[in-house]
Structure formats: C-alpha cells, structure tokens
C-alpha cells in the first residue's frame, strides 16, 4: 500500500510503520531495562561500573551508606586545595544535618574550576556531594520534620542540580543500560529534593526519556503512583501524539517509606 496506493494510503500506510516501530523501540527498552534490574539484582559482574563509568566504584563489602563508595577514589587531586584545611569538614557533611560556608565555597570552586576538568572528574564531584546530602537525609529519616526538610534542600545549589540534569544524564551514558543507571540516581535526587513527590511526567519530558522507561524504574525504586488528572504544559510543545498523550495527565510518583528505597537499584 506504502508503494502502490494512492497519495493518501500512502501516508496512512507510513504513519502506521512510524507508530509500529515506536511501539517496537518501546517495548525493546521497557526489556532491556526490566533485564538490567535483573542483573543488577543478582550482582552479574558485567553490569558493575568500570573505570570508564560516570558512576563511582561501589564497595560490595559495605555495611553503612556511608562506607558504599570509596570518597577518596572520586575526589580528584585537583580539588586539594580548594578548601585547604576545611576539606575534611567537607568530607564528613554526610554526617552533619546543615552546610557550611565551606561547602558553599567547595560547591563554587567544583563549578568554576569544571571547563578545566574532564568531564568525567567533575561529575563524579558533583555526585559526590548529592550522595552526601542524601545520606545525611536517610540517616534521620525516622525523626525527619519539615523544618529540617526545608534545611536540605536549601543546601543543594541550583547549579548542581542543573549539571546534574544536562551534564550527567543527558550527555553522559555511553549505553543505554549506563543512561538507565544515571536516570536512576537523577530520579532519586529528583524525590529527595521534591518531599519523595514527584510529578515525574514532566521530569520524562524534559530528559526526553520514554513515559514507560521512567515508570518501570519508579517501580522498580519502590514508588507507588497518585493519577492526578492534569493538562501538563510543555514550554515547547511540538503537538506530537506522543507528547499529546504525556500532557493528557500529570502523575505523582510518591515513596510512601524513603528509609527503605532500594538502593541496589542505583548500582
């Protein structure tokens, strides 16, 4: 028909074989991401970072979330002396409740100093210090008040999290697997720093990710979901009929028990 047909059955024939190869890719990649949860669940050696990963080494032999990566393996030498005898305040922050004008200080020097870097170095920096802040949140999640809420997520720069977005993710997964593996710590910050609410349909949009890639891993990271009907407006809507059924609602995804996020599923 594609061939033979009129104008018209034409195009209704290669719209057809666009939305079947859509479907195709999708179902492909809801696939591979259910087999990398598999894998990652059963401790597969081919999925465990390398030296080339833009996540950092994780110690198996660990038994607090402080002690999961090796600070010092990620913390390159170029930074040394950014806070000269405030590093080490810096590197215990995961056990503090507040930030400091030297985290401050170190967090401007990472951004300023960054063109200078290799990517790789940089990021792993900037990730350093979202792992800090998280721990520091799981450590008294149990007598976590709103205050102290507020508190942490004032401690988290706007930069970072807009490095972490355009840097780490988007540019920064060599593979698919290795683009699910950052998705799934970018979906972690993403709930800490929204109360463990997240409307993550426009998060999907704005990492231009598939809507069932994201809920598989939201699943998976232990998320129930709230169908809020919402019309979700894009800045830059294309009126595809993808983005037309995304925008058709605005789901929450909600972690009703933060203390028990599985946290394999970042490895």
């Not at 939305?19 to 990398?36: R, Y």
């Not at 809020?228 to 294309?238: E, G, N, W």
Request: charged letters at 25%; glycine letters at 4%; proline letters at 3%.
């Amino acid at each position: 028909m594609e061939q033979f047909g009129s104008s018209k059955m034409k195009k209704i024939a290669r719209s057809r074989k666009r939305a079947a190869e859509q479907t195709v890719g999708e179902a492909a990649s809801i696939k591979e991401h259910i087999q990398w949860v598999r894998d990652s669940a059963m401790g597969k050696e081919d999925v465990a970072p390398d030296e080339s990963s833009y996540l950092p080494t994780i110690n198996p032999e660990a038994t607090s979330l402080e002690n999961i990566y090796d600070i010092d393996q990620i913390i390159p030498s170029e930074f040394n002396g950014l806070l000269s005898d405030q590093s080490k305040e810096f590197k215990v922050y995961c056990l503090s409740e507040s930030g400091s004008e030297g985290l401050s200080k170190f967090i401007k020097g990472i951004i300023d100093e960054s063109p200078k870097l290799k990517r790789l170095k940089w990021i792993r920096l900037l990730f350093w210090y979202y792992l800090h802040s998280f721990h520091s949140r799981m450590s008294f999640l149990k007598t976590w008040t709103k205050a102290e809420n507020d508190n942490l997520i004032g401690n988290i720069p706007e930069q970072l999290i807009a490095y972490f977005k355009s840097n780490f993710l988007l540019h920064g997964a060599y593979s698919r697997s290795m683009k699910i593996k950052c998705l799934s710590h970018l979906v972690i910050l993403s709930l800490f720093i929204n109360d463990f609410n997240l409307h993550y349909v426009e998060l999907t949009l704005e990492l231009k990710m598939k809507l069932p890639v994201m809920k598989a891993l939201l699943k998976q990271l232990g998320c129930t979901f709230d169908n809020s009907r919402q019309r979700l407006k894009s800045k830059k809507s294309t009126n595809s009929p993808e983005e037309k059924g995304i925008n058709e609602r605005n789901e929450v995804a909600r972690l009703e028990m933060p203390s028990n996020i599985k946290l394999s599923k970042l490895i």
